[in-house]
C-alpha cells in the first residue's frame, strides 16, 4: 500500500496538468479576492444584504457555497487521474505484477481525494484573504459564528469532508467508465446540472433529503449561525456515504474486466 502511495504521490508530481491548474487556482484566486474589495462590489453587497461575504469566515462560506468549480475540479481530475490511469494501463499494469485490487484502488481514491481536496481548499481560502485582510473576522452581528476562528476551522473542515463524498460519485464513475473524456463529461454535466435541476424542481421535503445526501451534504455547514452539531453531524454522515460510495467502487473495479 505505501509503495503504490509514493507511486501515486510521484505521478501526481509529475502531472503537468496538476501544475497549471495550481497555477490558474491561484491567479484567479487572487484576482477575485481583489476584485471583492472593490468599492463597486462593496456597494453590490451592502444593496444584496450580503455584507458578511465582506469578512474572512463569510468570504470562505460564500466561495464553498458555490459547487460549480469544485466540481469542475473534481471531475477534471477523476478524467485526468484515474481514467487516465486507466488508457495509459498504469492501473493493468499495476495488477499484472502482482498489486492486489483493493490496494491499487484505494491508493488511487485516496490520492484523487486529497488531490482535488487540497486543490478545492487553495481556491477557497486564498479567494477569502484579501477581504480578510481589509476587514477582518467580522463582528457577530455581521457574520454570526464565523466570526470565530473555530467555527470557522470546524465549517472548513465538515465542508471538504462532504465535498468529498460528492468527489467520490466522481472517482467512481471513473473507474466504471475507465475513459478520460467520458469521465470529465458524465462527472461535470451530470453531477452539477442533475444537481441543480433537482433543487429547482424538488419539493422542500424532497430538498432536506437531499440534503443529507453527497448532493447537499455540503449546505448543512456552510451558513452564519453554523453549530458544532451542525459540524459533526455533517462529518459523520459524510464519513458514511464516504465509506458506502467506497465500498460500491471497489466492487465494481473487482469483477471488471480490463483490457
Given at each position: ?61 460564500s466561495s464553498m457555497s458555490d459547487g460549480a468549480m469544485a466540481l469542475l475540479i473534481a471531475s477534471l481530475f477523476a ?113 452539477l446540472l442533475g444537481g441543480n435541476l433537482l433543487a429547482s424542481v424538488s419539493s422542500k421535503d424532497i430538498i432536506k ?51
Amino acid at each position: 500500500m505505501l509503495s503504490l502511495l509514493r507511486c501515486e504521490w510521484y505521478q501526481i508530481r509529475k502531472l503537468w496538468s496538476l501544475k497549471i491548474t495550481v497555477f490558474i487556482i491561484l491567479a484567479a484566486s487572487v484576482i477575485f479576492g481583489i476584485k471583492f474589495t472593490d468599492p463597486v462590489y462593496v456597494s453590490e453587497f451592502k444593496i444584496l444584504d450580503q455584507m458578511y461575504t465582506l469578512y474572512y469566515g463569510g468570504s470562505i462560506c460564500s466561495s464553498m457555497s458555490d459547487g460549480a468549480m469544485a466540481l469542475l475540479i473534481a471531475s477534471l481530475f477523476a478524467g485526468w487521474m484515474i481514467g487516465g490511469s486507466f488508457e495509459n494501463r498504469v492501473i493493468q499494469e499495476c495488477i499484472s505484477y502482482g498489486k492486489k485490487r483493493s490496494t491499487v484502488y484505494l491508493a488511487k481514491m485516496l490520492t484523487y481525494s486529497i488531490a482535488v481536496t487540497v486543490l478545492c481548499l487553495i481556491y477557497w481560502c486564498v479567494t477569502a484573504l484579501p477581504v480578510g485582510f481589509k476587514y477582518g473576522l467580522g463582528t457577530m452581528d455581521s457574520c454570526g459564528n464565523l466570526s470565530g476562528i473555530s467555527y470557522i476551522i470546524g465549517m472548513v473542515a465538515a465542508g471538504s469532508v462532504a465535498y468529498i463524498s460528492l468527489f467520490t460519485i466522481c472517482g467512481l464513475i471513473a473507474f466504471c467508465k475507465r475513459r478520460t473524456g467520458t469521465t470529465m463529461a458524465i462527472c461535470f454535466v451530470g453531477i452539477l446540472l442533475g444537481g441543480n435541476l433537482l433543487a429547482s424542481v424538488s419539493s422542500k421535503d424532497i430538498i432536506k433529503i437531499v440534503n443529507y445526501t453527497p448532493l447537499g451534504l455540503y449546505r448543512r455547514v456552510l451558513k452564519l449561525d453554523v453549530s458544532w452539531f451542525d459540524i459533526t453531524q455533517t462529518v459523520g454522515i459524510s464519513l458514511v456515504w464516504i465509506i458506502l460510495l467506497w465500498i460500491v467502487g471497489y466492487f465494481i473495479f473487482q469483477k471488471a474486466e480490463l483490457k
